[in-house]
Nanobody, 131 residues
């Protein structure tokens, strides 16, 4: 069965950068859309970014408006890992970040962003942006 493990969180000053990793085991992420989500204290979980399967026509990506131009999602199929490069971090980016995979290879990023088919979650990694 699929297992996801996030890493790379930490404390960073405003304007700094971090790269989060979502390492998978048990299944090949090549065929799955993968989403990054975050939850700040006292707030609801929100979608941050998503990447379509490598096996899709364009392997396209999507981003929440709040992170466009600052975050980049990518995948390394050889390492079975999805990354989230976060630049120009702001205090409002402070949250626990989770990666998630759907229960089916047919789920696309629109589905994940609507909360559909989400089945496997990592344990989360804390990102704190503060001076």
């Amino acid at each position: 069965q699929l297992k996801l493990v996030e890493s790379g969180g930490g404390l960073v000053q405003p304007g700094g950068s971090l790269r989060l990793s979502c390492a998978a085991s048990g299944k090949n992420l090549y065929y799955y859309s993968i989403g990054w989500f975050r939850q700040a204290p006292g707030k609801e979980r929100e979608g941050v970014s998503c990447i379509m399967p490598t096996s899709s026509i364009d392997g396209s990506t999507s981003y929440a408006d709040s992170v466009k131009g600052r975050f980049t999602i990518s995948r390394d199929n050889a390492k079975n890992t999805v990354y989230l490069q976060m630049n120009n971090l702001k205090p409002e980016d402070t949250a626990v970040y989770y990666c998630a995979a759907p229960s089916t290879v047919v789920a696309n990023c629109d589905d994940l962003e609507r909360g559909l088919y989400l089945e496997v979650w990592g344990q989360g990694t804390l990102v704190t942006v503060s001076s």
